[in-house]
């Protein structure tokens, strides 16, 4: 190491505390800090904040679902209750109009 990169690197303080002298750089965000605000992370340097940030669970985004979802059950709902409703009128309206009368039940029972 030259000596102008030896008087850079004695001349720098650490980023939280301006009395001490800089033992690392963070590779994450480039700033310098002493020996207690480092923590080494697969042999590199970084800071307590990057560290952090990097370890941090990622939160996944939520898709509002909810609205569409109810909305086509509501859609298919109407749909099935609809088509339910008009096999049933046909089915009453295949019938011989002699069940409608009740004359059927005449001929059944004796």
Do not use: N
């Amino acid at each position: 190491m030259s000596t102008a990169a030896r008087s850079v690197v004695s001349k720098a303080t650490c980023f939280h505390h301006p009395g001490r002298e800089a033992a690392a750089k963070c590779v994450s965000c480039g700033r310098s800090y002493c020996r207690e605000c480092v923590t080494p992370v697969e042999r590199r340097m970084m800071c307590a904040a990057c560290f952090r940030e990097s370890t941090a669970p990622k939160e996944k985004t939520k898709r509002d679902w909810f609205v569409l979802s109810v909305t086509v059950q509501l859609v298919l709902g109407l749909i099935g209750l609809w088509l339910t409703s008009y096999f049933f009128g046909r089915v009453l309206l295949e019938l011989p109009a002699g069940f409608h009368e009740g004359t059927v039940w005449e001929k059944v029972l004796p």
